[in-house]
C-alpha cells in the first residue's frame, strides 16, 4: 500500500473508532426507558398494603402532604414516592389496594412490618402474612393475569391498566426490606447465633431477587437496612437508664445504640456481596446495591445543620417516663387522658413516630441517594438499566 493510501486509511480508522467511542459514550448517558416500577419492601414504602388489608389509617398520619391519611407511615411521601416522581411516574398504589385503581406504571407490594423469613406472628402481634416471599408471589401472579388481558381480543377494557408484558423487562424493580428481621434478630441475641440468622437472612433476600429476575425482571434497585439503632424507640433516652445502657460504648455520638446498628452493618455487608455475586451470575442484568445506612445515618449525624431537630426527638407519639403512647392514640396515664398527636412542625423532626421518618427526611434522603451518590455502582437511577462489570 502507497504512504498516501496508508495515511487515507489511519485517517478513516481514526474517524470510525471516533465515532463508535462517540456512540458508545452517548448510549451510557442516555437515561433508562422505564416503563414502570415494582417495589418490595416493608413500612418504609408501604403505600396502602395494610392499611386496605386491616383497619384503614387514620390522621395524623398523611397530614403534611395528603392532608388525609393514605396508608404511608408517614405525615407525608415517603422515599418510594420520591423515587417514582423522579422517575416521572404516579405514586405507585398498592397491589392489595385495587379499587379505583391503575397499575399501568407498576405496583407496590411492600407492607407494614414485613420480612424477608417466614414469621410466626399475626397481625394483632405485629406480624403481617406479607413477607418478601408472599410479595414475589403476588407479582408473579400479577404477571400471569394481567397477560391474559393482553392475551384476548384488542377491545379489553382492562388493557389500559395494567402494563404490557413486554413492559416487565423494561421495569425497575425496588427492593427495601430487612428492618424488621435486624430488629427480629436483636431481640434474640443470646438465645442464637446471630451471625449465621444474618446469613440465613440474605441468603433467602438474594433468592428471592433471583426469583424476580427469573420473572422477568432486568434492573434492581437494592436498598440495605438503615442504622437500626438510631430509632428514636430504641435510643436510651427513651428508656429506662439503667448501668447496662451506661455502660462505655453503648451508644455513639449519636446517642444511637452501637450493638444494634453493628448488626445493620453485617446485614449489610453480606448483603453487598450476594449482590455483586448476582451481577457475575446474571450478566444481562443490572443490580444497583444502594447504601442506605450511610444516607441516613449522614442525615442524623448532620441533624441540625440541615435544619433539623435533635434525631433523638419524635414529632408524633409520647414517649415519656416509661409510658408510650403511638401516635394519633389516647391513653390514661396516671389518671390523665393523654393523647399522642404531632408536632407543630414536622419538616423540622427526623422521626416521625419513633420508627418511620418525616416526608422531610425522606425527601432530604431521596435526593442523595437518586443521584447515584450512595449507590455500587455509581450511578443515578435513571441510568441504573446500565450494565456495569
Known sequence: MRPLEQLVSLILLSLFLSMQAEELKSSQTKPCDFSAIFNF?????DTGCMSAAFYPATLPYGETFFHEAVGRYSDGRLIIDFIAKHLGFPYLSAYINSIGTSYRHGANFAAGSSTIMR????????????????????????????AKFFNQAKGNSYRRHFPRPEDLAKAIYTFDIGQNDIGAAISRVGMEDSHTAISDIVEVFTNQIRFI?????????????GPIGCLP?????????????????????????????DMAKEFNTKLKIEVDKLRV????????????????????????????????????????????VNCGKKEIINGKEIYAGPCEDPSKYISWDGVHYTEAANRWI???????????????ITHSCQITR
Open 233 to 261: 424507640v430504641d435510643m436510651p433516652v427513651h428508656n429506662a437508664i439503667n448501668n447496662f445502657t451506661q455502660a462505655p460504648g453503648y451508644v455513639d455520638q449519636n446517642g444511637c445504640v452501637n450493638y444494634q446498628n
Open 41 to 45: 419492601g416493608d413500612s418504609n414504602s
Open 366 to 380: 431521596a435526593n442523595r441517594i437518586l443521584n447515584g451518590s450512595f449507590s455500587d455502582p455509581p450511578l443515578p
Open 213 to 225: 429476575y427469573w420473572l422477568g425482571g432486568r434492573t434492581f434497585w437494592i436498598h440495605n437496612t
Open 119 to 146: 414469621q410466626n406472628k399475626t397481625y394483632f402481634e405485629n406480624g403481617t402474612p406479607f413477607t418478601l416471599e408472599v410479595q414475589t408471589i403476588q407479582f408473579n401472579n400479577f404477571k400471569t393475569s394481567t
Open 281 to 324: 451470575q446474571f450478566r444481562d442484568a443490572s443490580f444497583m446495591y444502594v447504601d442506605m445506612f450511610s444516607a441516613k445515618y449522614e442525615l442524623i449525624s448532620n441533624a441540625k445543620k440541615e435544619g433539623f431537630v435533635e434525631p433523638s426527638e419524635i414529632c408524633c407519639g409520647y414517649y415519656k417516663d416509661g409510658h408510650q
